[in-house]
């Protein structure tokens, strides 16, 4: 295998591989919070900013690990985990090791990154595309 093989094929289908794991990691936080699996014993009262932030992770991560509304969805959901690490994390410390704040960190950029480079070839975005001949 070539350079030319891994950014043509491989790339692309690396960028849907990471969507998906981050969604899926992602969407795993809403289901905790929204629906109470696994059961953590802390469910957020609704309409409070951990419950929209809760159903932001539910529906958000849903519709980035299908790969549908890529870009809006991912644009929503970096802004979430900037919010959330300037609210709930930075306040603690300085540095994200200490308050914990590293996994927000890395979802608003792969997230960020996502509004940028698009899906990728395996998503629902794609095959839209695809039909209408657009480029995703």
Not at 49 to 70: D, K, R, Y
Not at 85 to 108: M, R, W
Request: hydrophobic share 50%; proline share 6%.
């Amino acid at each position: 295998m070539n350079d030319r093989q891994l950014e043509t094929i491989w790339a692309p289908r690396m960028l849907s591989l990471l969507r998906i794991v981050a969604a899926l990691i992602f969407f795993a936080h809403g289901t905790d919070k929204i629906l109470g699996f696994p059961d953590t014993g802390r469910t957020p009262d609704a309409f409070t900013l951990e419950w929209i932030a809760g159903v932001i992770e539910l529906v958000g991560g849903g519709l980035l690990i299908a790969g549908l509304f890529t870009r809006p969805v991912a644009f929503l959901t970096s802004g979430l985990m900037a919010a959330a690490y300037f609210i709930a994390h930075a306040p603690q410390s300085v540095f994200p090791g200490i308050n914990g704040g590293d996994a927000a960190i890395l979802y608003c950029f792969v997230f960020l990154y996502l509004v940028f480079a698009g899906p990728g070839p395996w998503s629902i975005d794609a095959l839209r595309n695809e039909r209408s001949g657009a480029r995703v």
